[in-house]
């Protein structure tokens, strides 16, 4: 009789449990999920409340799979010991994440998992989120975008759903598709934290920066149960909107401490998920020369992730690590690091070992750049980088545009003054409101000779700074 009893989920979808409790944690779990909450942690009572559930097993096992590997693994063995039992639901879930968590998993092959499973059980919006999360690590939008787009019919007026179909359209471009997308997830839901990042993405990309930073803040109130990613990541576009809008330094530097560091003094936090972005943001200060404003603050997070604990979790977490530990002096623990990255490369399929080496000559170059070898760090970022080509390690457009800036730099800095024109130029063509890449291209045509373009990019970046510094009202 026991193995007959099932229940529903919250997408409609069948799990044989024989418990209440069991089937709420599930359905807990996916809220937090879909709203980037806190306590995504509940999933771990579902097996708790149902030791032979095969969707609560194989969901907590995922959840634990990156920070406790031998209890996940004991998660698998629950859920691969009542398979048989399993609805053809919790079967499809099961294989998809396998597919994924496995040591020698095939991540192409999850992500077609994925897509079978959404073909055949398309309400499943979490699901979706892990398979676009996928994706981005990736470095596929395309293939994140086609996967919404194949649940979308089934979910047009669901919540979350449309702050998934905004951020792929962004990534590849598509910015007055996303703008639109994130607007219907925010009036479908207003406390989306997803939509609200991604019509950031869409105004900070098209300078509009006086609209990212009034948005957002008529959003913040509703942040305050969100992930130490979410919370700190939504305010690091803040800031970065302040900062490329030519707002003081001090604003920064203040957005810094209470919006993004002050989140390490909660008993929840997760400190990698806040050095991401602080150590994001400090690297665009420090670009653009502001590290005196920003005093010690170096030295505090270099101290923190000096800790080989936070090292390793994600490609675009450890090259910032990489920066932050030269630029600090710290130069044996960035060796370290480096050494270990290559290490992990050399274990990888032959596939991916080509993909991600280009991920690690991203890291030598960055690490060269924090040690001050502007030369050398030239050398590995090469002549024609195109940061478009890095999303490999897990960096959105506007995370890995600081990389295209450090680059611009190294060629003022190594007297490549016609490259870094071309690169400057280039750069120009999507975001020619940004006042610092006038002030780079100031900078370029001075080093050349070109006295008088320098000084008409010099007055076109000062107008800009006049009128978003005006416009924010700061």
């Not at 009542?82 to 496995?102: D, G, N, P, Q």
């Amino acid at each position: 009789m026991a193995e007959k009893m099932v229940k529903s989920d919250r997408w409609g979808y069948q799990v044989r449990t024989t418990s209440d409790r069991c089937i709420s944690s599930i359905d807990s779990y996916y809220h937090q999920v879909l709203s980037y909450g806190r306590n995504r942690s509940v999933i771990l009572e579902a097996p708790k409340s149902d030791p032979q559930c095969v969707l609560g097993n194989i969901l907590a096992a995922h959840f634990l799979s990156s920070s406790d590997s031998s209890r996940a693994q004991l998660l698998v063995d629950a859920a691969k010991s009542r398979l048989e039992y399993a609805t053809s639901y919790e079967k499809a879930v099961f294989e998809a994440v396998m597919c994924l968590i496995s040591p020698d998993g095939d991540y192409d092959a999850a992500v077609e998992l994925h897509s079978k499973l959404l073909s055949d059980f398309p309400k499943d919006l979490v699901s979706l989120k892990r398979a676009q999360v996928l994706c981005f690590y990736l470095g596929q939008p395309d293939a994140s975008l086609k996967l919404v787009e194949q649940s979308l019919p089934t979910n047009e007026h669901e919540e979350y759903i449309y702050g998934m179909l905004a951020f792929p359209l962004l990534e590849l471009g598509r910015m007055e598709e996303a703008e639109k997308a994130g607007k219907r997830g925010y009036e479908i839901r207003r406390d989306d934290a997803w939509s609200h990042h991604a019509l950031c993405h869409v105004y900070q990309y098209e300078c509009r920066f006086k609209k990212a930073v009034e948005f957002m803040g008529d959003c913040a109130s509703s942040w305050g149960s969100l992930s130490s990613f979410m919370l700190t990541h939504n305010w690091w576009h803040v800031a970065l909107c302040y900062l490329e809008g030519a707002a003081p330094l001090e604003k920064v530097r203040e957005i810094y401490d209470d919006c993004i560091w002050k989140e390490l003094q909660r008993s929840d936090a997760m400190p990698p998920e806040v050095y991401l972005n602080a150590i994001g943001l400090l690297l665009r200060v420090y670009v653009r020369g502001g590290e005196e404003i920003f005093e010690d603050r170096l030295a505090n997070v270099a101290k923190c992730v000096a800790d080989e604990a936070v090292w390793f979790l994600e490609w675009h977490l450890d090259i910032l690590i990489l920066w932050a530990l030269s630029a600090a002096g710290e130069f044996e623990k960035a060796e370290d690091i480096l050494k270990g990255l290559k290490s992990r490369i050399s274990s990888m399929t032959k596939k991916r070992q080509q993909l991600m080496q280009r991920g690690l000559s991203l890291a030598e170059a960055i690490h060269m750049f924090g040690k001050g070898d502007d030369q050398e760090a030239l050398e590995h970022f090469g002549h024609e980088f195109d940061a478009i080509d890095y999303k490999m390690i897990g960096a959105s457009d506007e995370q890995l545009d600081v990389f295209t800036e450090v680059h611009i730099l190294l060629l003022l800095n190594t007297g490549e003054s016609s490259r870094a024109i071309q690169a400057i130029e280039k750069q120009m063509k999507k975001r020619e409101g940004a006042p610092f890449l006038w002030h780079l291209l100031e900078k370029a045509y001075a080093s050349s000779g070109q006295r008088d373009e320098a000084a008409r990019c010099g007055e076109k970046a000062r107008a800009l700074e006049t009128a978003y510094f005006t416009k924010v009202n700061m």
